[in-house]
C-alpha cells in the first residue's frame, strides 16, 4: 500500500478497484478457504495418529486462522474493498485524495492485524509439524 500511497490518489483508488475486482478466483479462494480445511483435517490426522499436542496446535491454529484470517476479511476488507468498488474516481485530486487517504489508513490497519494473526498461525503449523516429527515412530525407536 506504501506504492499506492506515493502516486496520484486517482491512480491507487483505480489499481485497488482492479485489484479487489480481480482477488475473486479459484486460486485465491483455494488458498484463502482452504486453510482452514488444511488445518482441520491435518488436526484430525494428528488426533487420529495419536500426537494430541500436534493435533491441538492444528486446531488453534484453524481457530485463529478463522476468527483473524477470513472472518476479519469478511467483517472488515470486504466490506472497505466493496465500498472503493463503488466509489467514482473523482476528477479532483484532493476529492481523490480524501477518499483514498479515509481507505487507506484503515485498511493498512486491519492487513496489519490480518498479518500479524497469520504470522502466528504459521508459528502454530510449524511447531505441531515439529511434534509429530518428534514423535514419529522411526525417531523415537533410534532416538
Known sequence: MWGLDSTDPRVAIAAMQAMNASVRNPVFALAFFGTPVFLAAAASVAWAARTPRAALLFGLACALYLAGGLALTMMASVPMNEALAAVKIPADTAAADAVWSNYSAEWQLWNIART??????????????????DSAPERAAHG
Open 116 to 133: 500479524a494473526v497469520c504470522a502466528v498461525v504459521l508459528l502454530l503449523v510449524g511447531a505441531a509439524f515439529l511434534r509429530l516429527r
